[in-house]
């Protein structure tokens, strides 16, 4: 085409200087025939007549249409479009209503080098029980009551150059304290990995081959689980407060995952990980898992993300755990241009698990219940609640335990959940309704409730308030409700209502779950002694000086044996079996 360019040019300019040249002559004729000339003029009828600058133009107009006609029949035909072949995998539908993914249609920057990611994510709650102590529990999400909280800053981006690539992401605010909490792996051994890793939500690095399938990418260090569908970040959901099928699941892995991507819209994704979310493995054995995400139509994503092999019961040697999760997304309404409701989708996640190993007596000497994935089954070193208390360790068994010895009661993990999205003013609003139900015997995926400072590592060494025995039930459902108002694709502002029941006490009511201090303090302050009980003057029950579960009030109360040394009696919890909260929220992602 750039030929008949050229000769388009070339006609054109030979045209225009034909126009001059002839318009000069004309003038030239017309000013011999104003001067006088006594030259005779021909008159001869035979004379053929001169074409006018006009037609000559025109003539060679012609010409070019022509040539143009004839290099575009010369010229080969554009092969037809299609998919190509390597381009990245779900480039081609547009993904951003599915819950668990940002709604970013766009990058505010982007770079050959860098692409960055800014995240910003302010709560304020207000949980209608009140806790004095401001602690709330049960929550990976919401942890403070009546008041505006930095739940994540998140400073951070993609870096890609040659195949290689790194991406960060840090978490400034309370996921930087609430995530670690939750994971007593960094309890074992020396260095102290909890501080090195707990101000990133991921922190990888990786190759990407380009030119296989639709691309495979192999990376190493701490990244995103999405068990239970739900995104770690708040913004890319549909809801704030997760139900307990996700709330209970990791959100994170740390390890080394490979990402195969056959078809655009077929990925899998296998782990190898040092265990269930954590940052180190509780025991020797590390854990294995996987991803597959299939996504047949622009209105459909289905995910199965499955896990097992590890040993993930802190101080537990040889208990392992098996877990699926499952999930499917619809978009069953998509009007973009409507100005009332655009668009309409609804989530259903299932999941189911359970945990497996014989009784035995630990390394360090504790004693450890076995447990089946396949209801009651005998085992002749099972003691059952014959093991209330032992006091030569911080162990605790719950006396309401339901198991005989000899016996490996069932623990295991059954649950679900529903959500459905409405999109409308061009998806400036949207409203989400959902919940779902769990039921964790065993309470192993249950988050322990902060009670005397109680954490994943102080529980998994015998929680005296909340105890997490092979049996003891855990029952619990919820419901939420919704409301977005997203003005620009980079910021969200959410309302949102939830109401959480258990069927054991497991929310902080208004006396709240901390202790009174040694100092007296009215409201509490944490003194750091949750593997033991707390007498009401700050005072904690020391296992030396008690031989049974039935002596620790007598302890504190200063009675029986150990009349004559009071403690204010006996401090409990106020925890409740309801939970009801509202909380505001502002979140920014660039």
Request: charged fraction near 15%; charge should be negative; include cysteine.
């Amino acid at each position: 085409m750039r030929r008949y360019h050229a000769k388009f040019y070339v006609a054109n300019g030979l045209a225009f200087f034909l126009c001059l040249a002839t318009a000069g002559m004309s003038a030239s004729a017309q000013t011999t025939q104003t001067a006088p000339s006594s030259a005779p003029t021909s008159t001869s009828s035979d004379a053929k007549p001169q074409p006018t600058a006009e037609e000559q133009i025109a003539t060679l107009k012609a010409r070019v249409d022509q040539l143009e006609k004839t290099e575009k029949a010369l010229a080969p035909a554009d092969p037809p479009a299609g998919p190509d072949p390597h381009a990245p995998a779900f480039s081609d539908w547009d993904w951003t209503w599915l819950n668990g993914n940002p709604r970013n249609k766009d990058v505010a920057f982007d770079s050959s080098f860098f692409t960055p990611e800014l995240r910003a994510d302010i709560t304020y709650t207000y949980d209608f029980n009140h806790p004095m102590d401001d602690s709330m529990s049960g929550s990976s999400e919401l942890f403070r009551d009546d008041e505006i909280q930095i739940e994540q800053l998140g400073l951070g981006g993609d870096i890609h150059h040659d195949h290689a690539h790194i991406r960060f992401m840090t978490q400034f605010g309370m996921y930087s304290t609430a995530t670690v909490r939750n994971d007593p792996s960094y309890s074992k051994g020396q260095w102290d990995i909890a501080n090195a890793d707990r101000y990133f939500s991921e922190m990888y690095g990786g190759y990407q081959i380009t030119n296989k399938m639709h691309g495979i990418n192999i990376d190493a260090g701490i990244f995103m689980s999405y068990v239970g569908l739900f995104s770690y970040y708040n913004f890319d959901n549909w809801a704030y407060q997760p139900s307990y099928v996700s709330s209970n699941t990791p959100w994170f892995f740390e390890g080394i995952r490979l990402q195969f991507f056959p078809t655009m819209h077929l990925k899998i994704e296998p782990w190898i990980i040092n265990g269930w979310q954590s940052y180190g493995s509780s025991n020797a054995r590390k854990g294995l898992g996987g991803q597959i995400k299939w996504t047949p139509y622009s209105w459909m994503n289905i995910i199965s993300n499955n896990y097992g092999l590890g040993h993930d019961d802190f101080t537990i040697p040889g208990r392992g755990r098996l877990h699926t999760d499952n999930s499917i997304e619809i978009k069953y309404y998509d009007k973009p241009m409507s100005t009332g409701i655009d668009k309409m989708a609804f989530s259903v996640t299932a999941d189911a698990g359970c945990e497996f190993g014989k009784s035995q007596t630990s390394p360090a000497g504790w004693y450890q219940q076995g447990v089946s994935c396949h209801g009651n089954t005998k085992d002749p070193n099972s003691l059952g609640s014959a093991a209330q208390f032992s006091p030569s360790a911080t162990y605790y068994v719950d006396p309401a335990a339901n198991f005989a010895p000899g016996v490996n009661p069932k623990q295991s993990m059954v649950g679900y959940m529903v959500y459905n999205r409405f999109w409308w003013h061009k998806d400036h609003d949207a409203i989400t309704i959902g919940g779902g139900q769990l039921n964790n015997p065993g309470r192993y995926l249950a988050l322990v409730p902060a009670i005397n400072g109680e954490t994943a590592t102080s529980d998994a060494l015998g929680s005296p308030y909340w105890p997490g025995n092979p049996s003891d039930p855990f029952k619990a459902w919820d419901n939420s409700y919704t409301y977005d108002f997203m003005p620009v694709e980079w910021l969200t502002w959410r309302f949102e209502y939830d109401y959480r029941h258990a069927n054991v006490p497991y929310w902080a009511g208004h006396g709240g779950s901390t202790p009174p201090s040694a100092l007296g303090s009215p409201t509490g302050v944490n003194n750091g002694s949750p593997t033991l009980f707390a007498c009401n003057d700050g005072t904690s029950v020391p296992t030396t000086s008690v031989a049974n579960y039935t002596q620790v009030s007598a302890y504190c109360a200063g009675t029986g044996i150990f009349a004559g040394s009071p403690h204010g009696g006996l401090w409990q919890p106020d925890m409740r079996k309801d939970e009801q909260l509202i909380d505001i929220d502002l979140m920014v992602k660039f």
